[in-house]
């Protein structure tokens, strides 16, 4: 079993205790850096709605390309990770099973249960959050585009990785949450940006004093 291998490497038997679960690092992932990424998102709704007022993009960002940024964190991580699944899949964490000393049974990640009411183990919100920021990689220029994504799918590890350590999370509730997070925003990138973007470069060529 990966998931409780994954696991075991970051649990001290002797004190009964997770490496990082009191650790300030591992507080300030679960606690501040949710706050700074929605200060992000709150700073992209703002200039989005600044962006409309003016008629012209602030730094490349259009008010279709924050309603975009917002969406994918909105049906992402809000909706499917957070609501649907984690506050009804009902997988107990790993500082609560009994391979680590707790009262409840290791359950596999796609195998819904019933000992955990709400705020459950599957999948993970903080790692949802840090894999949201492809949204931004999706917005880059084409030659920065890989880069970026790369960056960003790091970032999401890492707080998995986190998460991991603090026996809050399975490494499967970061991989799927990884995998909901970029399907979803891949997407509504192709649904609410592309297309419109695609359009606008054709015209813009169709208007070019070069064009034909």
Not at 42 to 64: C, D, E, N, Y
Not at 129 to 138: E, H, I, S
Not at 146 to 172: D, K, N, T, Y
Not at 175 to 200: D, H, K, Q
């Amino acid at each position: 079993r990966i998931d409780i291998a994954t696991s075991a490497l970051f649990f001290q038997p002797e004190r009964h205790i997770f490496v990082l679960r009191s650790h300030p690092l591992g507080e300030f992932v679960r606690k501040t850096l949710p706050i700074i990424l929605f200060a992000l998102a709150g700073a992209v709704a703002i200039l989005g709605a600044v962006a409309k007022a003016r008629g012209h993009a602030i730094a490349t960002l259009t008010p279709r390309r924050a309603v975009f940024v917002l969406t994918a964190l909105a049906l992402g991580p809000g909706l499917m990770v957070n609501t649907l699944l984690k506050d009804n899949w009902g997988r107990p964490r790993p500082s609560t099973i009994a391979e680590f000393f707790g009262p409840n049974s290791y359950v596999r990640a796609l195998i819904p249960s019933d000992q955990c009411p709400d705020n459950c183990s599957f999948p993970s919100g903080h790692a949802a959050l840090g894999f949201w920021l492809v949204a931004f990689a999706f917005l880059a220029p084409p030659r920065w585009r890989r880069p970026v994504l790369a960056a960003a799918l790091v970032f999401g590890g890492l707080v998995g990785l986190v998460r991991i350590a603090q026996g809050g999370h399975f490494l499967s509730d970061v991989a799927f949450s990884g995998a909901i997070v970029v399907v979803m925003t891949r997407w509504l990138y192709v649904r609410i940006v592309a297309p419109y973007e695609i359009l606008t470069q054709k015209n813009n060529r169709a208007d070019s004093p070069e064009a034909p």
